[in-house]
């Protein structure tokens, strides 16, 4: 099919992205001590651009007799108050920069699988600026497929998610000539395996990504029952982990490497695997990522603690010194591969659950709780499952909220998000989830344990 012309306007943000991706290329094999040079001016940047807009930390650094000029680098970054996702979820205002409105901006908004669902603003120039960072990435892929461009990828992936909405805005404010891009099928976590089996085969993808547990799941469900399935060259995950045991099975016994990126709406593409597979390359130059400890402080190279990130690049939605709820551990050590970028030693991310409905098909929690979480009103949820036709949700909501009202809401959310289901849904309205162990809060918890895999 022959593409249409661009507008002007996408032209221009076109050229911007040539641009960025042109600068950005040399970025993981600068030398240590210019890769911090630019990471410093970009700190000192967006801390003098938050002290100017950002009602938030113009007040933070009030309090603590904190100004601009105090802050030379990443390093002082830590001198701003920790900011938790309950922070934004509350206050998204408040981070908000006055030279921005929502309507001028992408706006994102999270799965809610932290426990609070965030609406995040980003600025046109940093979703392009992500873009071309995110290429460092399809990089490491061409070490598998043998080419940057124009190979097939088979995408899991849900409507009305970041990487779609992202997409979308790429699509409506820039252009790409279509042989850059991969060759991509999508398919919903919502399908069932033998489904998203089909698609597979049918496609024969290079490459195959999406969430991990779900793709981890497909792969040990093949096993398992014997049935056929394509063996791309690579399979990279995102947004969760995959089990190990699912991890092991496909690099062990179905031959394809696994490699593994972190994102998040609040940031984007923060680190990537290269072929190595020796932890995860952090685009510094995008997002500063530290390790601290429950006091805030950083703490030393290999040492566990709460992950914190600064966004380097989006005006928008101003994000320092801020708690992303995954646990990890920076490495000590630079990858052989030569690129000098900071490396996360390891990495504790979430896991969500599946809901296993009554039939035996399965729907992935990220896309259960990005439905939940459009009814107006709804602050905080947990999902818990006790049977194949038994759920329970608590739901925390604003105090002016009608409660009937919400119900309601929330069973079409649900039905949106499963399909028509059987299942007796208990909503439960209380003032606070407790976290689990570690602080953290898990949305979804499935007690459903079959004795075959999910989808059977």
Partial sequence: ????????????????????????????????????????ARARSMVDHAWRTVPFYRRAMQERGLEPRHFHGVSDLGLLPVVHGRDL????????????????????????????????????????????????????????????????????????????????????????????DPQTVYVSPREPFEQAVQAINAHRPEVVRGFGAYLGAIYRWAWSGGYPIH???????????????????????????????????????????????????????????????????????????????????????????????????????FCDCGR???????LEGRDNDFVILPGGQVAHGSAVLSQLYRVPGLLRLQFIQHSHRELEVKVVCNDDVDWNEMQ???????????????????????KRIEPGPGGKYKCMISRVRPDTPPGR
């Avoid at 094999?29 to 040079?37: A, D, F, M």
């Avoid at 990828?153 to 990487?163: E, H, I, K, P, R």
């Avoid at 695997?273 to 190279?301: E, N």
């Avoid at 000098?340 to 390891?346: D, Q």
């Fill in 340 to 346: 000098t970028l900071p490396m996360l030693e390891r």
């Fill in 89 to 180: 979820a509350d206050r998204p205002e408040h981070f908000l920069s006055s030279a921005y409105t929502p309507d001028n901006t992408l706006e994102l908004l999270t799965s809610g699988s932290t426990g609070h669902s965030k609406r995040i603003h980003w600025d046109k120039a940093a979703v392009f600026q992500a873009h071309a960072a995110g290429l460092r990435h399809r990089e490491v892929l061409a070490g598998f497929t043998g080419q940057r461009s124009g190979y097939r990828l088979l995408m899991v992936n849900s409507a009305g998610s970041t990487n779609s909405d992202v997409r979308e805005f790429h699509q409506r404010h820039s252009w790409v000539p279509t042989v850059v």
């Fill in 408 to 430: 309601r809401g929330l069973d079409k959310a649900l039905t949106r998000a499963l399909g028509p289901h059987s299942f007796a849904v208990t909503w439960r309205r209380v």
């Fill in 231 to 333: 063996l791309p060259k690579v399979i990279c995950f995102g947004g969760e982990h995959m089990h190990e045991a699912d991890r092991q099975l496909i690099e062990s016994v179905y031959g394809v490497p696994v490699i593994t990126s972190y994102q998040s709406c609040e940031a984007m593409r923060m680190a990537f695997q290269c072929k190595r597979g020796s932890g995860l390359h952090i685009s510094a130059d995008q997002t500063h990522i530290r390790v601290a400890g429950p006091d805030g402080h950083t703490l030393p190279d290999g040492e566990t603690g709460r992950v914190l990130m600064s966004n380097l690049v989006n005006r928008a939605t101003v994000l320092l010194n801020y708690d992303l709820g995954d646990r990890g551990a920076m490495s000590p050590e």
């Fill in 1 to 40: 099919m022959k593409q249409r012309l661009p507008k002007p306007s996408q032209m221009y943000w076109a050229a911007r992205t040539a641009g960025y991706v042109a600068a950005q290329r040399r970025v993981p094999y600068l030398k240590p001590e210019q890769l911090r040079r630019l990471c410093d």
